[in-house]
């Protein structure tokens, strides 16, 4: 048969699966992540292959002692492909800040898995031909993706849910790898046929809880935020509360703004004097505004009627003095007698101050 067409059968499975788990996120991721962690999962195919091929060599696969079986199934194939996508997960997927919510550990996880059975659904339909690539397009693929699921699901809650963080770690790869390694034996053991059917009851359990962890971090898909938003919002409450009089956010419990645009607030105008609106909570009882009582008529006090003003009389100009020549000498003599007496009194009465004081 054409290789070009076993090729495109191996792609396309895959390639349906990761769309399908891309478009059931909500907050979906950018492309480039996510062809990113595509071919990542195709990376890591080759040392996990490499490892299969060494266990052929060394007599390890998959025989009529079940036991054999069951050590290569758990022991090679289900060990080695779900401790690759383990270490990418935990220790690449885990810091990046584009993993911000549960959600995206399961649609990495699936991109990893996808990637990886992508590329070893290739080497298996090229070697082994059109049946094989039909048969692993309804089994082994989905199957994968089961466990990539699963994967993700614990990476996404040993993340967000710290306090049993090494636990979902746990069980991020031991889930996985049970699962693989039981549904591989089932299908590779050659002693009993209606363990080969049980691995559609493997499939069938794996894709139900699959969809139920899916369902459940789409239900709560919240972008978390990020840890310098956290501490900045802590800082801001900090200051706020030192700021205030009373040690606490001025906060009242039964009064909440009233929600307003900024181009609402220059459009309304507002006299700068009134406070601002304050809406009640409509779940707390209306308060009856009290009746205002009529004031009492304030008298008014009687016009100020200003006291008329009293112009003084005019002064009536005084004679002139007579000329000296008209006087009377008598008259003038006595002034100057009476006025010579009066300084000699006066000069009498200082030299007895400056006799008293020396």
Known sequence: MD?????????????LIAGLIWWLDKNRETGRNIIGFFFLGMVITIPAYAFQELSYKIGLDVSEQIWMTFLFAFGVIALTEELMKFVAMR???FPKPFFDERMDGIV???????GFATLENILYATDLGLETAILRMFTSVPAHGVFGVLMG??????????????RH???AFVVPFLLHGLFDFCI?????????GASLLVLLGGLIASGFAIHQFRKGSVVAPAESDVVESEVLDQT????????????DPNIVDDPISIQDAFDVETPIDAPAEKTPITNQPPVEEPTPTPKAESQTPPPITKEPTIKPAPKTPEPPAKPIENQDPEAIEKSLADLEAEL????????????ADA
């Not at 000699?344 to 006799?355: K, T, V």
Request: hydrophobic share 35%; glycine share 6%; no cysteine.
């Open 3 to 15: 290789q070009n067409l076993l090729v495109l059968l191996a792609i396309l499975p895959g390639l």
């Open 91 to 93: 220790y690449y997927l």
């Open 108 to 114: 990495y996880g699936g991109m990893l898995a996808m």
């Open 153 to 166: 699901y614990y990476i996404g809650k040993a993340k967000f849910e710290k306090t049993n963080r090494m």
């Open 169 to 171: 770690l746990t069980l």
């Open 188 to 196: 590779l053991q050659l002693n009993y046929d209606l363990l080969m």
């Open 240 to 251: 706020t509360e030192e700021n205030s009089p009373t040690g606490k956010q001025d906060t």
């Open 344 to 355: 000699e009194e006066m000069r009498e009465d200082l030299e007895d101050d400056d006799e």
